[in-house]
T-cell receptor, first 113, second 111 residues
Framework: EPEVTQTPSHQVTQMGQEVILRCVPI?????FYWYRQILGQKVEFLVS????????KSEIFDDQFSVERPDGSNFTLKIRSTKLEDSAMYFC???????????FGPGTRLLVL | GENVEQHPSTLSVQEGDSAVIKCTYS??????FPWYKQELGKGPQLIID?????GEKKDQRIAVTLNKTAKHFSLHITETQPEDSAVYFC??????????FGAGTTVTVRA
């Protein structure tokens, strides 16, 4: 069964550094998403991406964040100048052309020291 | 924006008994309600979903009910098994495809 994959599974970085989280969505999916889950809190929407542009973003998704689909398979989340409070599990998700049913990857656990 | 509340936060049941998790939502425009199961070290996995034009949906031991008037929906797991132990999340969305999640319910099935 096709699934969303994410790399790395864990990332440790120093405060102020840039990180890139990578995702490979399900191959025939058209909508892509990033969510995050801070330890002990709800899963929060960050951004949705369709047709090579951001379709919606939350107030969390400020200028520190950016997304890109650099080729036909990868979908990346870049976090510039990381802060301690960026430590969280980051989930990528994708959905087909209906846009509704979202399938999640296993997540990347980011720890900012 | 949409606010989803989920109860209880933890639920312990004897194997074979039923488990019920309840969620309420605030945005009456929400029309799609998925449920996800998250096992340790894994991402949320969709287990069942319901759309606003349906009041109930069942898939083997799992069922979901939706009351649009009251703005609440529930997950029912019957004949629970140890492998049902996990964290369960409800979510809601309008047509913008942005999922708003509940806080999660940790279900423990006692053998």
């Amino acid at each position: 069964e096709p699934e969303v994959t994410q790399t790395p599974s864990h990332q440790v970085t120093q405060m102020g550094q840039e990180v890139i989280l990578r995702c490979v969505p399900i191959s025939n999916h058209l909508y892509f998403y990033w969510y995050r889950q801070i330890l002990g809190q709800k899963v929060e929407f960050l951004v949705s991406f369709y047709n090579n542009e951001i379709s919606e973003k939350s107030e969390i998704f400020d200028d520190q964040f950016s997304v890109e689909r650099p080729d036909g398979s990868n979908f990346t989340l870049k976090i510039r100048s990381t802060k301690l409070e960026d430590s969280a599990m980051y989930f990528c998700a994708s959905s087909d052309d209906s846009g509704e049913t979202q399938y999640f990857g296993p997540g990347t656990r980011l720890l900012v020291l | 924006g949409e606010n989803v509340e989920q109860h209880p936060s933890t639920l312990s049941v004897q194997e074979g008994d039923s488990a019920v998790i309840k969620c309420t939502y605030s945005d009456s425009a929400s029309n799609y309600f998925p449920w996800y199961k998250q096992e340790l070290g894994k991402g949320p996995q969709l287990i069942i979903d319901i759309r606003s034009n349906v009041g109930e949906k069942k898939d083997q031991r799992i069922a979901v009910t939706l009351n649009k008037t009251a703005k609440h929906f529930s997950l029912h797991i019957t004949e629970t098994q140890p492998e049902d132990s996990a964290v369960y999340f409800c979510a809601a969305t309008t047509n913008d495809y942005k999922l708003s999640f509940g806080a999660g319910t940790t279900v423990t099935v006692r053998a």
